[in-house]
């Protein structure tokens, strides 16, 4: 059993080590490539946003990440490291399914995924989807302490306590929201992946939710990885970004410096293009459209809709080139040594 | 026309049951009252959050919806005693652009078929020859042209492209009133603006006015001309966009402003973080300002009795902080 911990040095908690895998469709032949070859290490204590257009692969990327692997989608290659504490590094991928389910899901690594609002269980009350968290993680906890720990969370969470006799349908689509977030964050975790925490609910709550994020982040000291393609989001959260463009992270760095001096082509088009606070001159879009998965294009993804493109760009896939201490990005401007 | 009001929207209210048979009633919309002008043309920004209403207001714009109380007048007849050829004319002058593109069309038929057919049917126009050059100019408008759409279904288009598309439909008829609804949420960043801009030139260069419904106060800000801000059915402010952004009054419009996450990594220590709340029907239920229990504001009648319409500074708002 020890042979599946692994040692890894420094002190991240989680690392992914190139990783790649997509969706096949089957008897078709067709491969949608949705991650290629994307590594990232999460220390603790931080923010990570991924950032990127719908079908970039940003939520396959938290699906793997979370080792929850299911045809359609495979992955062909890769490592997912998690920090289990004094034995090392355990794969989420390879490692044996019963320990990752009790020991690292849901109290190491947790998870808010994108349709939370579908994740609850119909049949049964707010509570007792508590206290089945508490006892599938051979948790010894009186109804009581459960009773006393969803009065808490409810109330940072703006829920009425009444909810946790409701069952889920008798609440709005906000209210399931923030109680997956409450299940979520139950176990303490020290690493929670949040696949757009706040997509269908409107300007104040997500400012609500978001708030008590991170607050809560500040208070325990754990990591969060943010995924979502609202880059107001991530203005708002994160420390460190990596922006994806069709399955690639094509920039990866401190989240100040993307902002304010990106690298990337793709990512300075981007920043140009979103519309801050007050501001009303004309912006121009990006040209095109990102490329379809099944059949990207050759050499770099983005030469298509690049007003830099080279020659080099539309047959080699450009490597990822390390600009100074943790910022990385893929882009043949700055793999020939000039900009 | 009288004085270049367009649209005239009056003390319009709607009510909508809930609770076992639906027999109890709340008014998803009370008492509101706008004006549009059409010369000069302008972009209308309605704002509110989930359950504020505005899809409500826009439906029944469109006649979706009829009103409990209150009139809607446009070039000086009341929309909701139009006779078949006043409906017909309706259609021709107010045309609306809808959030999802991809609902909007019909996925199984060809999408140059779809706009052949709302030429015909809001055009009066008998054979498809005579479509072609009003069709091809509307798209050509938004970017596009009618040979590289000819023949595909909606599944080859992106979502930009195919929202391009619904906006082309919706000026075949050249309206002299548009309404969007959240016609970019549904969108990429990078496709967002080019959409935007195009609304801009419906109104520059088609002269048609536009009312934008939107939760995105950033967007809001560039598009709009004027801004009104619905808060549970209530129109708390209203005004031009310059005003109202720079100074809001109402403490809804302030909390609204404060909440706007912008793309830029310097506002982040400017946002001051705000307390979860959940939205219950008694909210809309509530005898006076509905906003009373969020607002940090709020005196003790604040609760009991309607803010009054208060005019300051070319703008109208309802909160008792400005009564005199």
Same mark, same amino acid.
């Given at each position: 059993?020890?042979?599946?911990y692994?040692?890894?040095?420094?002190?991240?908690?989680?690392?992914a080590?190139?990783?790649?895998?997509?969706?096949?469709v089957?008897?078709?032949?067709?491969? %949608?490539?949705?991650?290629?070859?994307?590594?990232?290490?999460?220390?603790?204590?931080?923010?990570?946003?991924?950032?990127?257009?719908?079908?970039?692969?940003?939520s396959? $990327?938290?699906?793997?990440?979370?080792?929850?692997?299911e045809?359609p989608?495979?992955?062909?290659?890769g490592?997912?490291?998690?920090?289990?504490?004094?034995?090392?590094?355990?794969?989420?991928?390879t490692?044996d399914? &019963?320990?990752?389910r009790?020991?690292?899901?849901?109290?190491?690594?947790?998870?808010?995924?994108?349709?939370?609002?579908?994740?609850?269980?119909?049949?049964?009350?707010?509570?007792?989807?508590?206290?089945?968290t508490?006892?599938?993680?051979?948790?010894?906890?009186?109804?009581?302490?459960?009773?006393?720990y %969803?009065?808490?969370?409810?109330?940072?969470?703006?829920?009425?306590?009444?909810?946790?006799?409701?069952?889920?349908h008798? $609440?709005?689509?906000?209210?399931?929201?923030?109680?997956?977030?409450?299940?979520?964050l139950?176990?303490?975790p020290?690493?929670?992946?949040?696949?757009?925490?706040?997509?269908?609910?409107d300007?104040?709550?997500?400012?609500?939710?978001?708030?008590?994020?991170?607050?809560?982040?500040?208070?325990?000291?754990?990591?969060?990885?943010?995924?979502?393609?609202?880059?107001?989001?991530?203005?708002?959260?994160?420390?460190?970004?990596?922006?994806?463009?069709?399955?690639? %992270?094509?920039?990866?760095?401190?989240? &100040?410096?993307?902002?304010?001096?990106?690298?990337?082509?793709?990512?300075?088009?981007?920043?140009e293009?979103?519309?801050?606070?007050? &501001?009303?001159?004309?912006?121009?879009?990006?040209?095109?459209?990102?490329?379809?998965?099944?059949?990207?294009?050759?050499?770099?993804?983005?030469?298509?809709?690049?007003?830099y493109?080279?020659?080099v760009c539309?047959?080699?896939?450009?490597?990822?080139?390390?600009?100074g201490?943790?910022y990385?990005?893929r882009c043949?401007?700055?793999s020939?040594?000039?900009r | 026309?009288?004085?270049?009001?367009?649209?005239?929207?009056?003390?319009?209210t709607?009510?909508?049951?809930?609770?076992?048979?639906?027999?109890?009633?709340?008014?998803?919309?009370?008492?509101?009252?706008?004006?549009?002008t059409s010369?000069?043309?302008k972009?209308?920004?309605?704002?509110?959050?989930?359950?504020?209403?505005?899809?409500?207001?826009l439906?029944?714009?469109?006649?979706?919806?009829?009103?409990?109380?209150?009139?809607?007048?446009?070039?000086?007849?009341?929309?909701?005693?139009?006779d078949?050829?006043?409906?017909?004319?309706?259609?021709r002058?107010v045309?609306?652009?809808?959030?999802?593109?991809?609902?909007?069309f019909?996925p199984?038929?060809?999408?140059?078929?779809?706009?052949?057919d709302?030429?015909?049917?809001?055009?009066?126009?008998?054979?498809?020859?005579?479509?072609?050059?009003?069709?091809d100019?509307a798209?050509r408008?938004?970017?596009?042209?009618?040979?590289?759409?000819?023949?595909?279904?909606?599944?080859?288009?992106?979502?930009?492209?195919?929202?391009?598309?619904?906006?082309?439909?919706?000026?075949?008829?050249?309206?002299?009133?548009?309404?969007?609804?959240?016609?970019?949420?549904?969108?990429?960043?990078?496709?967002?603006?080019?959409v935007?801009?195009?609304?801009?030139?419906?109104?520059?260069?088609?002269?048609?006015?536009?009312i934008?419904?939107?939760?995105?106060?950033?967007?809001?800000?560039?598009?709009?001309?004027?801004?009104?801000?619905l808060?549970?059915?209530?129109?708390?402010?209203?005004?031009?966009?310059?005003?109202?952004?720079?100074?809001?009054?109402?403490?809804?419009?302030?909390?609204?402003?404060?909440?706007?996450?912008?793309?830029?990594?310097?506002?982040?220590?400017?946002?001051?973080?705000?307390?979860?709340?959940?939205?219950?029907?008694?909210?809309?239920?509530?005898?006076?300002?509905?906003?009373?229990?969020?607002?940090?504001?709020?005196k003790?009648?604040c609760?009991?009795?309607?803010?009054?319409?208060?005019?300051?500074?070319?703008?109208?708002?309802?909160c008792?902080?400005?009564?005199?």
């Amino acid at each position: 059993m020890a042979s599946q911990y692994i040692h890894v040095t420094g002190s991240p908690i989680l690392v992914a080590e190139d990783v790649d895998g997509g969706y096949t469709v089957p008897n078709r032949g067709i491969f %949608i490539h949705a991650v290629d070859g994307v590594s990232l290490t999460l220390g603790s204590n931080e923010v990570l946003g991924i950032a990127g257009e719908s079908g970039c692969g940003k939520s396959t $990327l938290a699906k793997i990440i979370y080792g929850a692997v299911e045809p359609p989608l495979i992955v062909r290659r890769g490592k997912v490291l998690i920090d289990a504490g004094d034995r090392g590094f355990i794969d989420m991928l390879t490692g044996d399914r &019963e320990v990752v389910r009790k020991e690292i899901m849901w109290k190491t690594l947790s998870y808010i995924p994108q349709n939370s609002m579908n994740v609850l269980n119909p049949m049964k009350r707010v509570r007792d989807h508590f206290i089945e968290t508490f006892k599938f993680h051979g948790i010894e906890i009186s109804k009581k302490d459960v009773v006393s720990y %969803i009065r808490e969370v409810f109330n940072s969470v703006g829920l009425p306590i009444d909810a946790i006799n409701a069952y889920p349908h008798q $609440l709005s689509g906000g209210m399931r929201q923030r109680i997956v977030i409450a299940l979520a964050l139950m176990l303490k975790p020290r690493v929670v992946l949040a696949d757009e925490p706040t997509t269908a609910v409107d300007v104040v709550t997500q400012l609500g939710i978001l708030s008590f994020l991170k607050e809560w982040q500040r208070e325990t000291r754990c990591s969060i990885v943010v995924i979502s393609h609202d880059m107001g989001v991530h203005a708002y959260m994160d420390d460190r970004i990596a922006i994806m463009y069709a399955g690639n %992270i094509v920039e990866y760095g401190d989240a &100040e410096k993307v902002f304010t001096e990106p690298l990337h082509p793709y990512t300075r088009l981007l920043i140009e293009s979103l519309i801050k606070k007050g &501001e009303r001159t004309i912006k121009k879009g990006i040209l095109g459209s990102p490329p379809n998965l099944a059949n990207p294009p050759p050499g770099c993804r983005f030469h298509p809709r690049c007003p830099y493109a080279m020659d080099v760009c539309r047959r080699e896939q450009p490597p990822e080139t390390r600009i100074g201490d943790n910022y990385r990005v893929r882009c043949w401007l700055y793999s020939y040594g000039k900009r | 026309m009288d004085g270049g009001i367009l649209l005239k929207v009056d003390n319009v209210t709607k009510q909508f049951g809930y609770g076992l048979l639906g027999l109890r009633k709340f008014k998803a919309l009370s008492s509101v009252s706008f004006e549009l002008t059409s010369e000069p043309p302008k972009i209308l920004v309605i704002i509110g959050e989930t359950g504020s209403g505005k899809s409500t207001l826009l439906k029944l714009i469109l006649r979706m919806l009829v009103p409990d109380g209150g009139t809607i007048i446009y070039r000086g007849r009341d929309i909701f005693r139009l006779d078949r050829e006043g409906v017909k004319w309706y259609r021709r002058e107010v045309q609306a652009v809808f959030q999802d593109p991809y609902e909007s069309f019909n996925p199984i038929r060809r999408i140059d078929t779809y706009l052949y057919d709302s030429a015909k049917f809001l055009l009066n126009i008998g054979r498809r020859e005579e479509a072609v050059s009003i069709i091809d100019e509307a798209l050509r408008f938004v970017g596009l042209d009618l040979e590289r759409i000819k023949g595909k279904s909606i599944k080859e288009f992106s979502g930009g492209e195919l929202q391009r598309i619904s906006i082309a439909r919706a000026i075949l008829s050249k309206p002299h009133l548009l309404l969007a609804d959240e016609p970019v949420s549904m969108l990429d960043a990078s496709l967002r603006v080019s959409v935007l801009n195009t609304f801009r030139e419906i109104r520059d260069k088609l002269g048609s006015s536009i009312i934008y419904v939107t939760h995105d106060l950033a967007t809001a800000y560039y598009i709009g001309d004027d801004i009104a801000v619905l808060y549970r059915g209530v129109l708390v402010e209203r005004g031009p966009m310059d005003v109202v952004y720079s100074e809001p009054l109402h403490p809804y419009t302030k909390m609204l402003l404060n909440s706007i996450l912008e793309p830029d990594i310097g506002a982040r220590k400017r946002i001051k973080p705000v307390k979860l709340s959940s939205i219950e029907i008694s909210e809309f239920l509530a005898p006076g300002c509905k906003f009373a229990n969020r607002c940090p504001y709020a005196k003790p009648e604040c609760g009991s009795r309607e803010p009054p319409a208060i005019d300051i500074d070319k703008r109208t708002v309802l909160c008792w902080l400005y009564a005199k």
